[in-house]
């Protein structure tokens, strides 16, 4: 007869409490929903060469979703309100809160017309950081070798 076993995560700890007079000024604390809401993104590329304009981090394999982890200034990802912790949710049609790296690559870079839905979510891209072992940070414009795109000086962590 085969066992199951069932695996509790790790105990984490809450937040800090805020005090109520104290909260409208706290940048931990948000009584707006709004910006943490999913919202839906289209870009289009002339080919799927051209740069995306952001860098992501985590995957499947890091037991996290994935994050918009760098947003380039300028570009049009920039002017449709992405930014870093952003967290893509599903991308034409496909299902990323259970995809690892590589996977979510290949499909943002494949396409020229890429429809995402993202949410903003902090708290999940700051635990991306968090967790013990590495968790790839993917320049996206790197993976075309273009030389006109901006420096990315964060290093990619690797096991």
Known sequence: MASSHLEVPAYEQPPPWIAPENRSEHPDYCNNPEP???R???LAR???TDALGFNIRGGKEHHCGI???KVMPNTEVHRLGLKEGDQLLWVNGINFEDIDHASAVKILK???EVTMQVRYFPYGYRKTYERVGAVVSCPLYALYGS???PKDDRSTVAN
């Open 36 to 38: 943490f809401l999913p």
């Open 40 to 42: 839906t993104v289209q």
């Open 46 to 48: 002339t080919t799927a």
């Open 67 to 69: 994050f918009l982890s």
């Open 110 to 112: 494949a396409n020229t």
């Open 147 to 149: 030389n006109n795109s």
